[in-house]
């Protein structure tokens, strides 16, 4: 295999041609047997939007630590709000022991949903949380909503696609994921104003627990790198306009491992870009808290036993705080 990132171009799929869509599914699903991780472009997200929300995240982060703090949640089991240096170790999610994570991240969901038991009663209120917002930068909340709405359908599209390429019904996943818990995160990556200790990176080795992650990053020094089958590392290049995606547990685990969900990091930038920082803006796509992952696989021959997808994504949470 190449040791490169595939690139597809969703232009003609989300279109709506049959023949593309079709194309663009089986491209998913070689790429996904092999790595799970390619960029996307012909995606639709408006770049103005993306950069906007780029620049007022950056105006965020910019902030001193004590006024950052005050939107971060007094419970720490809360996952919204403003997460400092320190918080976390995603390499604990894979039983590996590291320092904390050079990073610091504010975390959020959707800004409202309807008013019904499953959202208000139960399981939902540990995964329909209000979000909380600085006052400072204007806007943001607004533009991070419309940047949610608009991952939100591309996702919803791409997992019709990822279905053609598994060979169901374009239609599958649709009811599994019609009332999602998906969070995002935008990770600030400060100037390493001093050397990280041993062990140390911007993000541990992980993985990620869902089903797609959608990342929009900057080509710099420090910046991700995802483990090939065969061990090796390499970098992931993005561009302003497109997203790398990759594929989470729960959907390795639907299909029987047929996907591979790839350890991937953040590293360290070189001592001479060390002040240089960073930012990445993820879109964790994860199914409604109720649905059931049961392997696509044959009977008698599934690798994993059921999970729910709520119940995953809160013991993942629980390894990695540090």
């Known amino acids: ?8 171009d ?3 799929a ?3 041609d049959p023949a593309e869509r079709l194309r663009v599914g089986r491209q998913i699903d070689d790429t996904c047997r092999q790595i799970g991780f390619f960029t996307v472009k012909g995606h639709g997200v408006d770049l103005n939007l993306i950069e906007t929300l780029r620049a007022q995240s950056y105006a965020f982060f910019d902030q001193p630590f004590e006024i950052k703090q005050q939107v971060a949640p007094k419970d720490v089991k809360i996952p919204r709000g403003y997460r400092g240096l320190g918080f976390e170790a995603l390499s604990f999610g894979n039983a590996l022991e590291t320092p904390p994570d050079i990073k610091e991240y504010y975390h959020f969901g959707r800004e409202s949903w309807p008013s019904t038991p499953y959202y208000t009663e139960g399981e939902g209120p540990r995964y329909f949380i209000p979000n909380v917002w600085p006052e400072h930068p204007a806007g943001w909340r607004e533009t991070a909503q419309t940047y949610y709405l608009a991952l939100e359908r591309l996702t919803e599209q791409m997992m019709e696609l990822a279905a053609l390429g598994l060979g169901l019904d374009e239609r599958f996943f649709r009811d599994k994921i019609d009332r999602h818990i998906t969070a995002m995160r935008i990770n600030h990556y400060p100037a390493q104003t001093a050397a990280p200790v041993a062990g ?4 541990g080795a992980h993985t990620d627990y869902g089903l797609l992650t959608i990342l929009n990053s900057e080509n710099a020094s420090g910046g991700l790198q995802v483990q090939t089958r065969a061990g090796d590392w390499i970098d992931v290049e ?3 306009d497109t997203f790398v995606v990759n594929i989470g547990d729960l959907l390795m685990r639907w299909t029987n491992d047929r996907w591979v969900s790839n350890t991937h990091r953040v590293v360290n930038p070189p001592a001479e870009e060390a002040a240089r920082p960073r930012l990445s803006i993820a879109f964790f796509h994860h199914p409604n808290y109720d649905t059931r992952i049961e392997c696509l696989a044959p009977e008698g021959q599934a690798k994993y036993p059921p999970v729910g997808s709520g119940e995953y994504r809160e013991l993942k ?6």
Request: proline fraction near 7%; avoid cysteine.
């Open 238 to 240: 993005t561009e302003p």
């Open 1 to 8: 295999m190449s040791a490169s990132i595939p690139v597809i």
């Open 200 to 203: 140390q990176l911007r993000a």
């Open 14 to 16: 989300l279109a709506g």
């Open 317 to 322: 949470y629980r390894q990695t705080r540090v």
């Open 10 to 12: 969703l232009q003609a």
